[in-house]
């Protein structure tokens, strides 16, 4: 078993109420899940306006194919929502031990 992670770092320049960017956080995930099935949330900037980093992470057994879920669900936002900028993409695949 693979577990591929991602934090992936947004800015929201268009955005000017925390109710804004709820709707916009709360719709990315929403679409990530639903088209990936990943799990996604908000996990920092949670009182902020205009920056945000949503964590994804995804199982699978082969870890080249965890990564490339998790790169397609980021390609995905990028080409989704042109006027969000991506601040930065952090991903890892962690091996999971196996139990006998």
Known sequence: MNIAVCAL???LPENHSLKGK??????????????????????EGQGLWQVSTIGLAYVSNRADHARETIE?????????????????????????????
């Open 72 to 100: 397609r669900a980021v390609t995905f936002v990028l080409e989704s929502y042109p006027d969000i900028e991506i601040l930065g993409v952090d991903v890892e695949v962690i091996p999971a031990l196996e139990r006998d």
């Open 22 to 43: 709820r709707q916009i956080i709360h719709s990315i995930t929403g679409r990530l899940q639903n088209r990936f099935h990943v799990t996604a949330a908000e996990v």
């Open 9 to 11: 770092s947004l800015r």
